[in-house]
């Protein structure tokens, strides 16, 4: 049986994608056979034939050395640079919640190290039509625990402890957090590390400086995480 793992951001642009990337390039690394999966992927570019290109998928894929084929990683993508519903909803092609389960179960039943990243934040619209789907609806179906990654700068005490109630209140187990583009000797991120384990429950589990090739941690303390 697959090891499973989703991680959701406090927001949208705050590294989920390289921080998954990284995630991926440890497993890959340490021999394990590792996977990556999001849902539903907006804003992507068309190549010259007209096909649309999952570039978070990409991004991950290439950072990471996994060789997972990219068509495995994201079952609905779209062009539009909006969230996944609205774009669904202008495209044509709703998120249907069977295929993304058949998706992600196709994935555990071949690889050990399942990742599945989110859109956005936490609570992020998947489709309003019925019946709708919101992003923390696919986690609880699919059984997941969830890693936060968050800015180590200004404001992220706020929003790490709103993400951290949030999970909370839905049932969402916090695995863990992770700091991203993170100064070391910076006295405003050293005090914010403490400070969202404070207010969260959770632990930081790692601290990524800008362009940093390689998380700060084990990949025994990694696979802890996933469950």
């Not at 290109?53 to 993508?77: F, H, N, T």
């Not at 992600?104 to 489709?127: D, H, K, N, Q």
């Not at 910076?186 to 590390?193: G, I, K, L």
């Amino acid at each position: 049986m697959a090891k499973k793992l989703f991680v959701t951001g406090t927001g949208t642009d705050v590294g989920k994608t390289y921080v998954t990337g990284l995630i991926l390039k440890k497993l890959h690394q340490s021999g394990e056979t590792a996977a990556y999966y999001k849902a539903a992927m907006s804003g992507n570019d068309r190549g010259p034939n007209g096909t649309l290109y999952p570039g978070d998928a990409l991004r991950v894929k290439e950072l990471s050395g996994i060789p997972q084929p990219v068509e495995e990683m994201c079952p609905y993508v779209y062009e539009q640079a909006v969230s996944p519903h609205l774009a669904a909803r202008w495209e044509g092609r709703p998120v249907q919640a069977e295929v993304v389960y058949a998706g992600f179960a196709r994935l555990c039943a071949a690889y050990s190290w399942v990742t599945m990243e989110g859109s956005g934040g936490i609570l992020c619209p998947i489709r309003l039509e019925e019946p709708p789907i919101w992003l923390p609806d696919l986690v609880q179906g699919l059984g997941l625990g969830c890693l936060l990654v968050a800015e180590a700068g200004l404001g992220t005490i706020n929003q790490v402890g709103l993400t951290a109630d949030y999970l909370h209140r839905r049932g969402i187990p916090l695995q863990g957090i992770v700091l991203n583009r993170f100064q070391p000797g910076n006295p405003m991120h050293e005090d914010n590390r403490a400070l969202c384990e404070l207010v969260s429950g959770a632990r930081v589990v790692a601290c990524v400086p800008e362009g940093a090739a390689a998380l700060d941690c084990t990949v025994e303390e990694l696979k802890a995480l996933y469950g």
